[in-house]
């Protein structure tokens, strides 16, 4: 099955930027989504940015259009293996969070956490200000 493993997570000033990335192992043709999400203490995970199959089609939550992109290395892996970045530029403290590397084999709902079978164990990102 797949396998998700997170890093590049850390502190930052606000108006800085971090790259996250998530190494996947046993990655399969069957997987539709890849994507980033994020749980703060007392809230909900939220679906940050989503990839879909080939890198085709990308899906951003509003509250980071224009300051996260989601990529990946290989639209394509032929070894089972790919890398999934987030890169996240001018970093607010509300974007404090543990954030989540997922993978989905439903082709709906690309945000939504519940679409969601394979998760990595997350990595903390806090912004101060």
């Known amino acids: 099955q797949v396998q998700l493993v997170e890093a590049g997570g850390g502190s930052v000033q606000a108006g800085g930027s971090l790259r996250l990335s998530c190494a996947a192992s046993?990655?399969?043709?069957?997987?539709?989504?890849m994507a980033w999400f994020r749980q703060a203490p007392g809230k909900e995970r939220e679906g940050v940015a989503a990839?879909?199959?080939?890198?085709?089609?990308?899906?951003?939550?509003?509250?980071v259009k224009g300051r996260f992109t989601i990529s990946q290395e290989n639209a394509f892996p032929k070894d089972g293996k790919n890398t999934l970045y987030l890169q996240m530029n001018s970093l607010k403290p509300e974007d404090t969070a543990m954030y989540y590397c997922?993978?989905?084999?439903?082709?709906?709902?690309?945000?939504?956490?519940?679409?969601?079978?394979?998760w990595g164990q997350g990595t903390q990102v806090t912004v101060s200000t």
């Open positions: 997922a993978a989905s084999r439903v082709g709906i709902e690309p945000l939504n956490a519940d679409r969601y079978y394979y």
């Open positions: 046993e990655y399969s043709l069957n997987i539709l989504y």
């Open positions: 990839l879909s199959a080939g890198g085709s089609t990308t899906y951003y939550a509003d509250s």
